[in-house]
């Protein structure tokens, strides 16, 4: 019975694990999807610095938040960008800085090398990549370790 139990539990968590992703999430904040700050800040934790918005703004809607090294865009609170240059956030409760490259053939969905060396470019499909939106992953050639992550809308909300 217990060697059952086991064996079901670890199916459970390479199924959940190794299955193929269908949005580009952080901390479950969807790409693209609308949250107030208060939702923001539950779900990412107090920032270390708010840019909010000034009429002096090329685009006067967008609100930065700020932890240590990552940052967050929100445009009248949608979520278009961020960037990840620390192991605090995962994406996908997943993918995150310092992980190996070959982490994003386990993701399935859609890589994309792009033209600089230790580039690519992810998404769930193609369709959300056209539709919604993408990652772009940058990595060490040298150690095949993932230095940032940055992620954004395909479509400007502007």
């Known amino acids: ?10 199916a459970l968590w390479s199924i959940s694990t190794y299955s193929q992703h269908s949005t580009i999430t952080i901390n479950g904040l969807n790409l693209s999807a609308s949250y107030s700050g208060a939702q923001i800040t539950a779900a990412l934790g107090i920032p270390t610095n708010i840019r909010y918005p000034s009429p002096d703004d090329d685009i006067p809607e967008m609100t930065e938040y700020h932890y240590g090294s990552s940052e967050f865009v929100f445009q009248t609170g949608d979520f278009i960008d961020f960037t990840i240059r620390d192991t605090l956030f995962k994406v996908n409760n997943y993918l995150g800085v310092g992980m190996d490259s070959s982490a994003l053939n386990l993701m399935g969905g859609l890589l994309i090398p792009g033209k600089s060396p230790g580039v690519y470019y992810w998404a769930p499909s193609e369709n959300y990549y056209n539709e919604t939106g993408y990652l ?23």
Do not use: Q, R, W, Y
């Open 1 to 10: 019975m217990k060697k059952l139990i086991l064996f079901l539990i670890f």
């Open 136 to 158: 772009i992953i940058h990595t060490d050639v040298s150690t095949n370790k993932i230095t940032l992550i940055s992620g954004e809308v395909a479509i400007p909300l502007i």
